[in-house]
Structures are given as structure tokens and as C-alpha cells.
């Protein structure tokens, strides 16, 4: 079998399969590999400047550690308006609403690059003082610094990325954004040793460098994902005609978005206060969360994957007047992700030790990573159900909801009982890996619970003639 034939029978366009009608796990599948692949690709971005820097300098490594907690977070703001303009076009594609669809997704892009621009003028002349805030070392301020403020000049880009990725998701095409990362990612694996190093007819610009290639990887993919949006002649359609910015519809896009918005920063925040208390434990005990947290980002890929299918599914099933079909996309998926983590899970939980020694052969570090797999690792299925049941509420338009679940879970279960556990229950760094498996269980259940409840039934966030205003079709009939 040709590398042509086996990537056609993997990765499918979305017009060679149905997301409304007939079967659920197959489009679930062409739906959700792509988005592993592409998450996959994204883990590539981060590798290729964290191993030039490390070979650059100790300083540039330690530099960028500080660096990306804030990336993180100016992503997970951009993230919301993405959510947003993709649940919106799903449920309109899904009701055969095609140029209120159009609408949806010009008004994102446009409202998407303002909100940017206002984000990049207002953060840029506090780049220094958030680097200080969060304890940056002298040795190393000034780089994370120059780092900071290249990122965020671009933020327009990464924003515009993100927005491209997250309509073409909404309407069914996961394939197109695989491959403009795939050129994305090789053109910054390309460009990162030269700008960092100084090679060839490059300035030796060190960490800014590695800052300079990520912004122009991401332009190019912005610049590309707009052109192939402008066309029209693969997934979404935008126009010109329709990007002029509608205040009302600016409103609507902001009340979907800023739960998504605060459920990213929520995960953030939530892994940045569990350090401190982590951090209270010796240095083997911290490299050995580490190396459980870094298991934990690999396994996960697929389920966040998954998730962002779920919520593709279930708004185009919403949109379509077919909410018994989007019921059943929930529970299937939820069954199947707590099935397969689960079989991960008895791999991960036998292996704990080998897949220690991977990342450390220092023996203290193998234990305690092996004890921290081995108490969480029995519960990864209930993660799943978590992110299958979020990714439906996304889908409906309750956003707010699964903000809710993930930020229940994470920062009033986790981090309290983590506390309670190593200090008034005083069972040492045992108690961090209970807390992770009690808000792993508890945040499955949760969801499930919420979810059959049914309060996200007869949810439609799709644009009314009052939202469109005077620049767009007022009917699809």
C-alpha cells in the first residue's frame, strides 16, 4: 500500500462522511484523528525550541520555562472566541444554514483579530513586569523578556491560527488545518536553529529567535488558513462583505467564549497553585510529578481529540433539529473513552516503573513517579467521560457549564483535597496523588450526572435576524 493510499484511507474530507445521520463511531474517528495529529504536531512546536534553546544556553532553557506559563494563558483568552465561532458554524452547518454560517465565521475572524490587536497593546508594555511578578531570576529576566515581547507583537497570528483551526473543526474539516500545521511545524523546526544559532546569513538572536521563527511559522499558517477560508472551496467560507464588525454579534461571541476562555486559564492556574504545594516536597518528588504530568499530556492527546470531535458532533446534531442523535454521540463517546484510557490505564499501571526510567535512572525519581502512576492511573476513564460529556456541553452552547465541571473539578476537589491530604491528613506526597484520583473520578461523575439532567436540551445559539444585522443574508429558505 502507497503512503498516498494510506493516508487518503485515514484521513478523510468532510464531504465522505455524514455527521447528522447513519453511523456515529466512524465519523467520531475521521473527525478526531486529525486533531490528535495536529495537537501532536503543536507538541512539536514546543520540542524544537525547547531543544535548540537547551543547546543554546542554560539560561535561554530556564528563560523559556518562564516564558511559556504566559503563552499558555494568552492562549487559552484566544481560545474562547475560537470555541465560540466553531460551535456557531457547526450548528449552522448542521441545520443547513450555510450562509449564516458564513456570517458566523467572518465575524470571528474579525472580532478574533481586534480582540488580539487589543490584547498585543495592552500586554506588551507589561511583558517585564508579569516575567518579575512570576520570580524570574535576573539571570534569566531579560531573556524571557525579549522572548515575551515578540510573542506577544504576534499574537495576531497565533490568534488567527487558532480561529482558522477551530472553524474548519466546526465545520467538519479536521484535515485541512492537519496539513497547514504539518507545513507550519517544518518550516519552524527549519528556521529555529538558524535565528537562535546565527547560522548562515542569520544575526545570532538566541531566545528572541526562537520567539521570531515561532511568529512567522504562525503567520504563514494564519496567512494560508485565511486565503483557503476566502476561497471557499474547502470547508468554511468567510467574506469580506460580512467581516465588518457587528457589536451585537461581538456581544454574543464574548458570552459563548469567555467560559471557554476561563476554563483554559483555569486548567493553567490549577497546575501553577498545585506546584506550590508540590514544591514543598523534595526535589525527587517534583521531578517525579513531572515526569507523571508529561505521561499524562501523551495519554491525554486522544481524549482531548475526542472532546473537540464530541463538540463538532453535537452542535451540527443540535443545529439540525437532531438532539437524540447528539445524546447518543455523548454517551457513545463517553463509553468508548472510558473504555479505551481504562485499557491504557492497566498498561500505565503495570508499566509505571519502565515508563519511569525512560525520563530518569535516578532510583528515587522512578519510585515516586511509579507510586503517582499507579495511584492515578486506575482512574484515566473517568477523565475521559469528563472530556467527552465538556465537549458536548461546548457543542450545545453551554459553554458555561463545561467551564464549570472543568473548574470544579480542578480547583475546588484537586487542589483542596491535595492540601488536606499532605497536611492535616498528613500522608505525604501520597495525598497529591489521591487528589488527583478523587477529581478524576468525581469530575466523571459529575459530568454524566449534569449531563442527564437534559438542562442542555433544546440549546440552539445559532444567529438570529435580529444578531445578523444589515451586512448579511438575512435567510437561508
Known amino acids: 500500500m502507497s503512503l498516498r493510499s494510506l493516508f487518503n484511507r485515514l484521513f478523510k474530507d468532510r464531504d ?43 539560561n535561554a532553557l530556564a528563560a523559556i520555562s518562564f516564558a511559556f506559563p504566559v503563552v499558555f494563558l494568552l492562549i487559552s483568552l484566544g481560545t474562547g472566541l475560537s470555541v465560540a465561532g ?21 465575524q470571528t475572524v474579525s472580532i478574533a483579530t481586534l480582540g488580539s490587536l487589543l490584547l498585543s497593546a495592552i500586554g506588551y ?27 506577544t507583537v504576534g499574537i495576531v497570528f497565533m490568534f488567527g491560527f487558532f480561529v482558522f483551526m477551530s472553524l474548519m473543526r466546526g465545520y467538519g474539516d479536521t484535515v485541512t488545518p492537519m496539513m497547514v500545521m504539518f507545513g507550519s511545524v517544518v518550516l519552524n523546526i527549519i528556521l529555529d536553529p538558524f535565528l537562535i544559532n546565527g547560522w548562515s546569513v542569520f544575526p545570532e538572536m538566541g531566545i528572541q529567535g526562537a520567539a521570531v521563527a515561532t511568529v512567522v511559522c504562525r503567520a504563514g499558517a494564519a496567512i494560508v488558513g485565511l ?20 457589536l451585537t454579534y461581538a456581544k454574543k461571541l464574548v458570552s459563548l467564549g469567555a467560559p471557554a476562555s476561563l476554563e483554559g486559564a483555569g486548567r493553567a492556574l490549577s497546575v501553577n497553585f498545585l506546584l506550590v504545594i508540590v514544591g514543598t516536597f523534595s526535589t525527587s518528588v517534583v521531578a517525579g510529578y513531572g515526569i ?54 492497566a498498561i500505565v499501571w503495570l508499566g509505571a516503573p519502565q515508563i519511569a526510567t525512560v525520563f530518569s535512572n535516578d532510583p528515587e525519581v522512578i519510585a515516586v513517579s511509579t507510586e503517582f502512576l499507579r495511584y492515578v492511573a486506575p482512574t484515566f476513564g473517568f477523565i475521559g467521560v469528563m472530556r467527552a460529556y465538556t465537549g458536548g456541553f461546548r457543542g450545545t452552547g453551554y459553554t458555561i457549564i463545561a467551564a464549570a465541571i472543568t473548574i470544579a473539578t480542578l480547583g475546588f476537589i484537586r487542589l483542596p483535597a491535595a492540601w488536606l491530604g499532605t497536611t492535616m491528613l498528613q ?51
Request: hydrophobic share 45%; charged share 15%; aromatic share 10%.
Open 16 to 58: 465522505e462522511f455524514d455527521l447528522t445521520s447513519g453511523s456515529i463511531a466512524r465519523p467520531m474517528f475521521y473527525l478526531s484523528l486529525p486533531i490528535v495529529v495536529t495537537n501532536l504536531f503543536q507538541t512539536a512546536y514546543n520540542l524544537a525550541d525547547t531543544y535548540w534553546l537547551g543547546q543554546y544556553s542554560t
Open 86 to 106: 466553531s460551535v456557531l458554524v457547526a450548528q449552522h452547518v448542521g441545520a443547513g444554514e450555510s450562509e449564516r454560517a458564513e456570517y458566523a465565521a467572518s
Open 125 to 151: 508594555p507589561f511583558v517585564d513586569d508579569i516575567l518579575a511578578l512570576l520570580g524570574a531570576s535576573p539571570a534569566v529576566h531579560a531573556g524571557a523578556t525579549a522572548y515575551m515581547e515578540v510573542i
Open 227 to 246: 486565503w483557503i477560508m476566502l476561497r471557499g472551496t474547502r470547508g468554511v467560507h468567510i467574506s469580506l462583505s460580512k467581516m465588518t464588525p457587528n
Open 292 to 345: 507523571g504530568t508529561r505521561v499524562f499530556s501523551v495519554i491525554f492527546l486522544p481524549a482531548i481529540a475526542v472532546s473537540q470531535g464530541v463538540e463538532t458532533m453535537t452542535g451540527q446534531n443540535v443545529g439540525a433539529g437532531k438532539e437524540g442523535r447528539a445524546e447518543r454521540v455523548n454517551h457513545i463517546t463517553a463509553l468508548a473513552l472510558f473504555g479505551l484510557l481504562s485499557a491504557v490505564a
Open 427 to 477: 500522608f505525604g506526597q501520597s495525598g497529591i496523588w489521591i487528589a488527583f484520583a478523587i477529581s478524576n473520578v468525581l469530575g466523571g461523575i459529575i459530568a454524566y450526572l449534569w449531563f442527564i439532567r437534559g438542562s442542555w436540551q433544546n440549546a440552539d445559539v445559532r444567529t438570529s435576524d435580529d444578531e445578523l444585522g444589515h451586512s448579511a443574508v438575512a435567510n437561508d429558505d
